[in-house]
Nanobody, 116 residues
Framework: QVDLVESGGGLVQAGGSLRLSCAVS?????????MAWYRQAPGKQREFVAF???????SYGDSGKGRFTISRDNAQNTVYLQMNSLKPEDTAVYYCAAGLGRSYIWGQGTQVTVSS
C-alpha cells in the first residue's frame, strides 16, 4: 500500500510563505518518476500546480510560476512545495500525487488559506 500524507497547510497572510510536505510510505520516491502537486478551491476543478520527474524535469502551472518550488528529499522520502508571495487566490486544498505508471495515487490534502 502506498500512502501520501500532506502537511504544512494553514492560515497565512497575503505575501507570506508556507512549505507543504508530502510524506510517502510504501514506496521509495526515488523509484517514482512523477510526483505532483494539485490544488482545488471550493466550487472549482482540481488545478495542476507542479510536477517533478526523476530525470530532473520540473514544470509549474501558470498560477505558481515564479512563486512556488517543488523539490524531493529522497532520504526523507518526502516531496515539498515551497510557496512564497502567497495570494488570497491561492486558497485551496492542496493535494500530493504519485504517478505509478497506471494512475495517480492521491493524498488526502492539506488546507491552505491566505487572508488579504
Amino acid at each position: 500500500q502506498v500512502d501520501l500524507v500532506e502537511s504544512g497547510g494553514g492560515l497565512v497572510q497575503a505575501g507570506g510563505s508556507l512549505r507543504l510536505s508530502c510524506a510517502v510510505s510504501g514506496r521509495s520516491i526515488a523509484s517514482v518518476n512523477l510526483m505532483a502537486w494539485y490544488r482545488q478551491a471550493p466550487g472549482k476543478q482540481r488545478e495542476f500546480v507542479a510536477f517533478s520527474a526523476t530525470g530532473g524535469t520540473i514544470s509549474y502551472g501558470d498560477s505558481g510560476k515564479g512563486r512556488f518550488t517543488i523539490s524531493r528529499d529522497n532520504a526523507q522520502n518526502t516531496v515539498y512545495l515551497q510557496m512564497n508571495s502567497l495570494k488570497p487566490e491561492d486558497t485551496a486544498v492542496y493535494y500530493c500525487a504519485a504517478g505509478l505508471g497506471r494512475s495517480y495515487i492521491w493524498g488526502q490534502g492539506t488546507q491552505v488559506t491566505v487572508s488579504s
